[in-house]
């Protein structure tokens, strides 16, 4: 005796992103490269994406980030974003920006020469 009709329905996707800032100051020139590092409890620093400053922009990722994660520059504001989607609960863990200068070896945390104090990323499962 009573009708009820329903519509409106549809497919919802979330997607879980975040975008961290790495803001440079001091000598910029002399920056060959900024790169992203992490360090997640009872393990060593490791590397997360890089891009080149002073040349082409060219871009460096580790192979669990590749597809996921977009380094990208703007340089007028001396600033490094990393914009991090579809992450994971694996990816917790403290993200540091750091400056490489001199060298090419943007997969290295040893051949970098200045750290931020770096920020934590939670990724709840």
């Known amino acids: 005796h009573v009708q009820l009709v329903e519509s409106g329905g549809g497919l919802v996707q979330v997607v879980v992103s975040l975008r961290l800032s790495c803001a440079v100051s001091?000598?910029?020139?002399?920056?060959?490269?900024v790169g992203w590092f992490r360090q997640a409890p009872g393990k060593e620093r490791e590397f997360v994406a890089a891009?080149?400053?002073?040349?082409?922009?060219?871009?460096y990722y580790q192979d669990s980030v590749k597809g996921r994660f977009t380094i990208y520059r703007d340089n007028a504001r001396n600033t490094v974003f990393l914009q991090m989607n579809s992450l994971k609960p694996e990816d917790t863990a403290v993200y540091y920006c750091?400056?490489?200068?001199?060298?090419?070896?943007?997969?290295?945390?040893?051949?970098?020469?200045?750290w931020g104090q770096g920020t934590q990323v939670t990724v709840s499962s």
């Open positions: 891009i080149n400053w002073s040349g082409g922009g060219n871009t």
């Open positions: 750091a400056a490489l200068l001199y060298s090419v070896g943007f997969y290295e945390p040893a051949l970098y020469h200045y």
């Open positions: 001091g000598l910029t020139l002399s920056i060959n490269g």
